[in-house]
């Protein structure tokens, strides 16, 4: 990666066997090599804390395998309605003073639609904007339309996760195809937006499954800015609620491959992190994760809190990343 001290261009022309390859290496040494690739391009030692909050939950018209907020399942995930703007900005305030720089917003919608509640969303962008904070969202598809209004209102990044490779999503999700997914990213990029998509381990899916996903991700023209990877948290009442638990190899194995094929990408230890140990974690970091989730909650799944973090952080020498780093660096050089 490195010729007379410099980095090497980033590559957006990674072949599937090249993946594979690097994807199948022994643990230990995908994880050095992942660490050398981390240490190059991103500042050692610094981790993104996010804190994602739930603005509208439930009643959602899709049908993904793993989502208790699909209305077909009996989860017992209660049904509410769009927060309001001094819940949603109390949260926020909340999240910044437990030490997070970026704060997303979920909302359980198959798609925006151009109505009131999109107009609240858009003043709750601006006003966690005002705040500090890097705003992210993710509500579903958007069109070119609503995400130059979401730019426009202040957001910094967009979610909409690939959850798994094109060959495997059928037996995920029937509600929406692949495109689908790809066309908001690509609305997502016109507008400006950061782009942040990951996908899902423990579906059920192959590893040739992993390897597409992590290849579809890492030959787009522009990597996206983010990449989170989750793992399943099976839910009672969900079609996937007997899947068995990824371990944490699997887990490093992802994020490994996925630092190397994409140096400059936040690298997100997502959906899973609560039941992993500290320990566990810190391969997490080890193998090139540089960003986590913190807060009771993802969505409606738990989540290690704040003070926990802190507690790790301490331990484990990490600090925070602080917000807007890359505008920052721009402005300075």
Not at 179 to 203: Q, W
Not at 208 to 232: F, G, Y
Not at 296 to 323: C, H, I, Q, V, Y
Request: glycine content about 6%; aromatic content about 6%; some cysteine.
């Amino acid at each position: 990666m490195m010729q007379n001290g410099q980095n090497t261009a980033l590559r957006n022309d990674w072949s599937l066997a090249e993946i594979e390859a690097i994807y199948n290496k022994p643990v230990l040494e995908l994880i050095v090599e992942a660490a050398n690739v981390h240490k190059q391009y991103q500042a050692t030692g610094e981790v993104q804390v996010c804190t994602l909050l739930s603005v509208k939950t439930g009643g959602c018209t899709e049908d993904c395998a793993y989502c208790p907020q699909a209305a077909r399942y009996h989860t017992g995930v209660e049904v509410h309605k769009l927060l309001s703007q001094e819940q949603v900005l109390s949260a926020a305030q909340r999240a910044k003073e437990g030490g997070s720089t970026r704060f997303c917003m979920g909302a359980a919608w198959r798609e925006v639609r151009d109505n009131r509640d999109f107009d609240k969303v858009l003043d709750m962008v601006k006003g966690v904007n005002d705040l500090g904070l890097e705003v992210c969202c993710t509500l579903g598809m958007v069109n070119e339309y609503q995400a130059e209004k979401l730019k426009e209102a202040g957001l910094y990044a967009y979610n909409h996760n690939l959850d798994t490779s094109e060959e495997n999503y059928a037996s995920i999700i029937t509600t929406r195809t692949y495109d689908d997914r790809l066309d908001t990213i690509n609305n997502v990029r016109k507008a400006g937006i950061s782009v942040c998509s990951g996908g899902i381990i423990g579906l059920g899916e192959t590893d040739e499954d992993r390897i597409k996903m992590l290849h579809t991700l890492s030959t787009m023209e522009q990597h996206p800015e983010s990449v989170p990877v989750n793992a399943l948290v099976p839910v009672k009442g969900t079609p996937l609620e007997h899947q068995p638990l990824v371990s944490v190899w699997e887990m490093v194995r992802m994020i490994a491959t996925a630092r190397i094929l994409m140096p400059k990408s936040m690298v997100r230890l997502s959906a899973g992190r609560e039941r992993m140990s500290v320990t566990e974690q810190a391969l997490c970091f080890l193998a090139g994760a540089n960003s986590i989730f913190t807060g009771e909650k993802l969505l409606t799944t738990p989540n290690p809190d704040f003070d926990a973090d802190k507690a790790m952080f301490e331990l484990l020498g990490l600090n925070p990343r602080k917000s807007f780093k890359e505008e920052t660096q721009h402005v300075c050089s």
